[in-house]
């Protein structure tokens, strides 16, 4: 149980155009989800946080205009990259979280490779 | 000062080799921990997770958690080449919803 899918797994665009990612919880209702980006070889950047049906909390220092976030139900939340530029090549990674989690744990969806070029 | 401070590595060990991951945490409200694995190019995989102070045994694996000294471990008995990967470790507080990591720690297994 608990597996979150991400599409697509990889993505190569042009600078100037807009790359939307979608997350998926497939067997559980995820009432929060959460948007990182990893470069390589550092950890995780939490970019922001969703609820379903409600505006996303951005990150410090996270545009909220170029990574638009949309969480449109319990199991699917969607990160539009804007007027996507070569710094914003990275490693993007959705989590989600179980409403009825005891704990804090997330699960992780595979990642999704963006290059700009 | 990090919330999560973690060993980066790389860390190399002879295939059976007990594996110990270690990390410490700044924050006396975290009650909740976890490992996460993270092979090249993937997402993060949940390993384990553990409320407040105590042990938990899965299969090869030991997670550790020491609140007296904020310092959590992982322990892998037997190790294989396949458990070659990064390996996170995460807290927060209980309710809360953000993760706060460690930086990973790489993981080779040689066979």
């Known amino acids: 149980g608990a597996v979150v899918s991400q599409h697509p797994s990889r993505v190569i665009c042009k600078s100037g155009t807009s790359v939307k990612i979608e997350c998926r919880s497939l067997?559980?209702?995820?009432?929060?989800m959460f948007w990182y980006r990893q470069f390589p070889k550092q950890s995780l950047m939490l970019m922001a946080t969703s609820n379903e049906g409600s505006k996303a909390t951005y990150e410090q220092g996270v545009e909220k205009d170029k990574f638009l976030i949309n969480h449109a139900s319990l199991t699917l939340s969607t990160l539009t990259v804007t007027s996507a530029h070569p710094e914003d090549s990275s490693f993007y990674i959705c989590?989600?979280?179980?409403?009825?989690?005891?704990?804090?744990?997330?699960?992780f969806g595979p990642g999704t490779r963006l290059t700009v070029t | 000062q990090k919330e999560v401070e973690q060993d980066p590595g790389p860390l190399s060990v002879p295939e059976g080799a007990i594996v110990s991951l270690n990390c410490t945490y700044s924050n006396s409200a975290f009650q909740y921990f976890m490992w996460y694995r993270q092979y090249s190019r993937k997402g993060p995989e949940l390993l384990m997770y553990?409320?407040?102070?105590g042990n938990k045994e899965d299969g090869r694996f030991t997670a550790q958690v020491d609140k007296s000294s904020k310092y959590i471990s992982l322990f892998i008995r037997d190790s294989q080449p396949s458990d070659s990967a990064t390996y996170l470790c995460?807290?927060?507080?209980?309710?809360?919803?953000?993760?706060?990591f460690g930086t990973g720690t790489r993981l080779t297994v040689i066979p």
């Open positions: 995460a807290t927060s507080q209980t309710g809360a919803n953000n993760l706060f």
């Open positions: 067997d559980f209702q995820a009432t929060t």
């Open positions: 553990t409320y407040s102070s």
């Open positions: 989590s989600a979280r179980t409403g009825g989690a005891v704990g804090n744990e997330q699960y």
